[in-house]
């Protein structure tokens, strides 16, 4: 687990470790068997009142949901209090934290703490989906309201959505991440493209920045406000950044190029061709690109990679299509509307 814990909405949550009440360890991942999860941090379990906590694990149960209690009691007299709640050992799972490691942090006014510090609250609901990502925190009327949400909640982040799909070509190895940005964010990026001083910016070569309109027509921006460099930044190393290291296996130092927000217009007639994000000496040490759409309004302008099928990817508002930049990918057209894209790098840190 990182120092700092962030509990914003799309945050991924570190996984930690704490013994059970029989004193075996356990990981908090392997809470994760596909469906959403319930994490009730609380200082103690004498402040948890049977009824309500009844009413939770039944709603937590008719949606599917697993509902996992961390809490800072000793385990001799957290067995008792378990039983009066009408709890099994492992149904929920109860994790215990008396010696204070992680509950801090859970339990953080604002969501951000270094572990060791003193605890804000004294409950807190943290819904995580099923790729152990926030998708909200509650934190007054905490059994009573994450009781009353939690169907929508969970039903809102189900990873399911590609169940009916089955694959027997190739395809390229794209991570597509929702929820990276939030709407509103979207459209202050949105915003700030259309306030600056927009221009095709190029292709970066052996030869260097060249401007090829054969193989690259956009209208772009590059992002040099200060405060917005570290909103962008910051919302992909929490949200991007582990996934980098679970899916990919790339779990070195990173730091990020540039953030560009780039327009596809069908008026404009705009497009990107085929090419290679690392191909240039400037380059060379870009790992992973970032390709996240700002907006859902318009037609085309999907990404394809031709090496593998030529398979369309267009992610929904928000989220980001990561990949390697040795891939070979190209933008087609927009054929209805504008198209804002924001894209950055993730480079190793040298």
Known sequence: ?????SLRVGD???????PGLDGKLRKFIWSFTGDPVVLLAVADLKLIDVEPFALLRSACTAASTRLVVVAANEPAGATSLWKKLGAEPENPLLLLDQKAQFLPALLAQGGAVSFGQGMGLRQRAIV?????????????????ATTETIGDLAESVRANAGSGLLIN????PVLILPRVFEPDFCTQLIRLWGKGDHKDSGVSSRYGNVNVEELKRTEDYMIVEPMMQKAV?????????????????FDRQFTFDAHVVLSYSAEGEHFFGAHRDNGAPTTADRAFAVSLNLNDDFEGGELVFPEYAGVRVSPPAGAAAVFSCSLLHKVGPVTRGRRYVLTTFFRQKR
Do not use: H
């Open 1 to 5: 687990m990182t120092n700092v814990l």
């Open 12 to 18: 991924r949550l570190p996984d930690f470790v704490l």
């Open 128 to 144: 995580l989906d099923p790729n152990q990502r926030v998708a909200s925190t509650l934190d007054t009327r905490v059994l009573a």
């Open 169 to 172: 070509t190739a395809l390229a």
């Open 233 to 249: 930044s910051d919302r992909l190393a929490y949200r991007v950044g582990p996934e980098l290291t679970k899916v990919f296996a």
